[in-house]
């Protein structure tokens, strides 16, 4: 991001921009189930396999800023990503969680310890 965290922009409070890159085809951090919508995510399994590239996710990018000048104001968060190629048909959602996600793998976690 262009400013520090918490930083007041034209009445606007910017709070964070991220920015990750996976670079492995053989990606230890992969769902290896047919995991599904509205299921449960502790229930999906995950681990090391060979990610189609219609699938495989390698850039993501987050930020989150506030309408206005206080922690009160209303958040509007930002969210993309890329992928290797754009054929195939692949199935994408994005799912905001209210807890940590931590399928018990080191490598594969969203929560901090």
Known sequence: MSVQPNTLVNGILYHK???????????STAFVSANKNGEDPSVWTTGRMQVQNKNDIIDVYAHSRRLGTTLNDPIIMYFGLAKPTNDGQAF??????????????????????
């Open 17 to 27: 921009a991220l920015y990750g890159r996976d670079y492995c085809s053989n990606d």
């Open 92 to 113: 994408l959602s994005a799912e905001l969680f209210a807890q940590c996600l931590d399928q018990g793998n080191p490598l594969f976690s969203n929560c901090t310890k």
